[in-house]
């Protein structure tokens, strides 16, 4: 990695320290340029014509998704964010009154929701795993659940969004996989900053965004697709005729890759733009990102933990870049406006998309700081040294 050379290329770098990834990460200058170029022609020429001309371009998008997962193109479906993937994914399931979803403590406020519905629609059964004292996925009660439930989906989200907890994604596909359960795992957070391998996470489906840590576009997202779930004909619930064939008046042929999830409407420029945000993090390499921020993170973690009335509340074995913390002599609306007043971009994670985390936390707000690896060490230290107030 050439540090250098990244934050030249992030012009959002400059009079700021920005540790909001995990919200919308800035992004590098070859996302920018393809995103305007291409709007800047289509204002030109016309949507059609541009996106005829652009085909070829636009099937590097599969490619490059393919790549960062270790996966094929036909696995990949191009969506407009995280929580679009992961209702398309979900609504492939053919729920009934009684099937359980089994999910955990953690995951996303929008997830949760999207259980409570079906609850409420359909009748299903809302499981969630307990945790250890540690805050890791207790594992062997999860295993139990399986074996005692058998339920119709398992649904894991990877980094919670209120907090740098990485849940252990792989050991969790490894049971779903020994007892056939459909799994999908929400990766919103962890795309962009960890090494994703769906070939080890054994998961169905995998939501991802573009505009977190991948730093692509607003508006842009990605899901992966299994195989298994291909072959099983699993499809969402409405489709459109870039899923479908219409082969008679009464019936319909699924498209045979993953594609059977999208809706044939999108922002190409959009789609390009991710494109060149895959590329981005394919050129430099994954491992040398996950390499990079946990080094960064771990000596931030530290200088933080020293502060006199500072309270780290990431629990769990594996944290992230995702860092919420507290304040014993300061509110977190303190904390904000003095953040704010030295020029540090963040985010305030509250409650109400992590009732069961901070209830048990016994905390209403937090301050979520989410450096990235066009973040440097010297930053970090002026921000350890602006908490010192």
């Given at each position: 990695?050439?540090?250098?050379t990244i934050r030249k290329e992030t012009?959002?770098?400059?009079?700021?320290?920005?540790?909001?990834?995990a919200g919308s990460s800035l992004v590098p200058d070859p996302v920018f340029?393809?995103?305007?170029?291409?709007?800047?022609e289509e204002?030109?020429?016309?949507?059609?014509a541009l996106a005829y001309s652009s085909l070829e371009e636009t099937e590097e998008f599969y490619t490059e998704a393919a790549s960062l997962l270790n996966c094929n193109p036909e696995n990949i479906a191009y969506m407009t964010s995280a929580t679009d993937a992961y209702a398309k994914a979900i609504s492939s399931i053919t729920f009934k009154e009684g099937d359980i979803i089994l999910t955990t403590d953690d995951d996303y406020v929008s997830n949760q929701l999207t259980f409570i519905s079906l609850k409420k629609r359909v009748g299903v059964k809302i499981i969630r795993a307990v945790n250890l004292p540690n805050g890791d996925l207790d594992l062997v009660n999860f295993e139990q659940l399986v074996k005692e439930y058998q339920p119709k989906l398992v649904?894991?989200?990877?980094?919670?969004?209120?907090?740098?907890?990485?849940?252990?994604a792989e050991k969790v596909g490894e049971i779903c996989q020994k007892y056939k359960i459909w799994y999908l795992l929400d990766a919103c957070q962890s795309v962009g900053q960890l090494v994703v391998d769906v070939k080890k996470l054994k998961c169905d489906f995998l939501a991802a965004?573009?505009?977190?840590?991948?730093r692509g576009p607003r508006g842009t997202g990605f899901l992966y697709v299994s195989d298994s779930a291909l072959q099983a004909d699993l499809a969402p619930l409405f489709i459109d005729m870039l899923g479908a064939k219409w082969t008679s008046e009464e019936d319909y042929e699924l498209e045979l890759t993953a594609k059977r999830f999208e809706f044939w409407e999108s922002s190409i420029a959009g789609k390009l733009g991710l494109k060149e945000a895959l590329k981005y993090a394919n050129a430099i390499g994954m491992a040398n990102i996950e390499r990079y921020?946990?080094?960064l993170m771990a000596a931030f973690r530290v200088k933080l933990a020293a502060i006199k009335g500072l309270q780290l509340q990431d629990w769990g074995t594996q944290v992230s870049n995702i860092l919420t913390f507290t304040m014993d002599h300061h509110t977190t609306d303190e904390i904000s406006e003095h953040l704010k007043q030295h020029g540090v971009y963040f985010s305030i994670s509250s409650k109400s998309s992590a009732l069961i985390d901070f209830t048990r936390k016994n905390i209403?707000?937090?301050?979520r700081l989410s450096p990235h690896y066009f973040n440097t060490p010297e930053e970090l230290e002026k921000v350890v040294t602006i908490l010192n107030f």
């Open positions: 990695m050439d540090i250098n012009r959002g770098c400059k009079n700021k320290i920005f540790l909001n990834s340029d393809r995103t305007i170029s291409y709007l800047t204002a030109r020429v016309g949507g059609y649904a894991l989200t990877h980094i919670p969004t209120s907090s740098g907890l990485v849940q252990d965004t573009g505009r977190k840590f991948l921020n946990a080094g209403e707000s937090a301050i």
